[in-house]
């Protein structure tokens, strides 16, 4: 037996496509086009890639893309000070810091003097606690995508055993807040767990989110199971670079009963889940109905 390939390439197009209309709908009823502000600080060519296509598919839906590209010695209230500025501004929607920024700056100061409203990447202490306690918040972009693709293959999650695997505030900790919001029954392990390849051999769903490449092999995986592969690893292989995720691809594919590649995978799903929670942001700004099956 080979595992479904989930194909989070084509579902993501999907979501985009849901986001477009909606978009065009607040532009033809209400005159207001949906404004998305990223923000980079310094150099790293992979934060490059990953922002110049989530400006790409920002305008592609329709909507307002706006880049400010900082250089990495930008001093803290440098920072803080465009920040309120863009609090501020009614045409953004959505704020987005990419992480991780340079070890000068206090990284939770920043995220957290983002108006918690223009939080789309649901970081904000304040957008964490109504999601822990089951309130409407924004929800952290790329756990909102591995469920939205759980749920489709799924339908319900009730009552499965999921395993994520890393306990970090921008992937673990919120993916096991919406998998125990399913019903799950929720294990997280991390660098301490003793005798991982035993946690996850009792999971149903594997969400793998640890950084390090192809660690998961198909002999942790329950026959059967659906494994979501958060990791972008860069490697190099017999002189070429690639692309590889935290789980053994091939072993993992041939016992388990659906699996998320990558590229393909997760990654695109978080880049539509970023547009469809700015369209989210700027509906609950204007006090418009929002979208629906385009949160958790
Ligand atoms: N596809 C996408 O859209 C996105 C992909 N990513 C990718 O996902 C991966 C994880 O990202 P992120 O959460 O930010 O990473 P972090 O480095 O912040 O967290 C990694 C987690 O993995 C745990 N860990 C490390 N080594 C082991 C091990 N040997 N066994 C078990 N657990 C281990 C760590 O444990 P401990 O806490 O004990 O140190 C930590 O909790 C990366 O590859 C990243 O590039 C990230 C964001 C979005
Ligand atoms: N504030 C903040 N929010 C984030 O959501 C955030 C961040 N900072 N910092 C970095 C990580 C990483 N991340 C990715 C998103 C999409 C792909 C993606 O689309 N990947 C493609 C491949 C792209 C390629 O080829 O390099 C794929 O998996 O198919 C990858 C990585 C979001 N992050
Ligand atoms: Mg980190």
């Given amino acids: 037996m080979s595992a479904t390939v989930i194909d989070g390439r084509a579902f993501a197009a999907k979501v985009r496509?849901?986001?477009?209309?909606?978009?065009?709908?607040l532009k033809e009823a209400h005159g207001i086009t949906p404004g998305l502000a990223v923000?980079?600080?310094?150099?790293?060519?992979?934060?490059?890639?990953?922002?110049?296509?989530?400006?790409?598919?920002?305008?592609e839906v329709g909507m307002?893309?706006?880049?400010?590209?900082?250089s990495a010695q930008t001093g803290q209230q440098e920072l803080l000070d465009l920040i309120d500025a863009l609090n501020n501004d009614p045409e953004i929607h959505g704020i987005l810091v990419q992480l991780p920024?340079?070890?000068?700056?206090?990284?939770?100061?920043?995220?957290?003097?983002i108006a918690p409203a223009k939080d789309v990447d649901g970081f904000h202490v304040s957008n964490v606690g109504l999601l822990g306690t089951g309130q409407k918040s924004m929800v952290p972009c790329t756990p909102l995508g591995c469920l939205m693709m759980l749920r489709a293959h799924h339908g319900s999650l009730s009552g499965m055993n999921a395993v994520v695997i890393g306990r970090s505030n921008i992937v673990g900790k919120p993916m096991a807040q919406l998998l125990l919001?399913?019903?799950?029954?929720?294990?997280?392990?991390?660098?301490?767990?003793?005798?991982l390849p035993e946690v996850v051999r009792r999971a149903d769903i594997v969400v793998a989110a640890v950084g390090r490449p192809e660690m998961v092999p198909g002999d942790w995986i329950k026959p059967g199971a659906t494994v979501i592969d958060v990791g972008?690893?860069?490697i190099e292989r017999d002189g070429k670079k690639?692309?590889?995720g935290d789980a053994d691809y091939d072993s993992c594919a041939a016992v388990a009963g659906a699996i998320t590649p990558v590229p393909g995978g997760v990654g695109p799903m978080t880049i539509a889940c970023l547009l469809a929670n700015t369209v989210t942001a700027c509906c609950r700004a204007n006090g418009l109905e929002e979208p629906e099956g385009l949160t958790a």
Avoid: F, W
Wanted: net charge negative; hydrophobic share 30%.
């Fill in 101 to 113: 920024l340079p070890d000068h700056l206090d990284e939770d100061l920043v995220i957290n003097s």
């Fill in 64 to 70: 307002k893309s706006v880049e400010h590209k900082l």
């Fill in 39 to 59: 923000v980079l600080v310094g150099e790293d060519p992979a934060s490059e890639v990953y922002v110049r296509s989530k400006g790409k598919m920002t305008l």
């Fill in 232 to 234: 972008i690893n860069r």
């Fill in 242 to 244: 690639k692309l590889v």
């Fill in 17 to 25: 496509e849901q986001v477009g209309e909606h978009v065009t709908r």
């Fill in 181 to 195: 919001g399913d019903s799950c029954t929720v294990t997280i392990a991390h660098s301490r767990t003793k005798d």
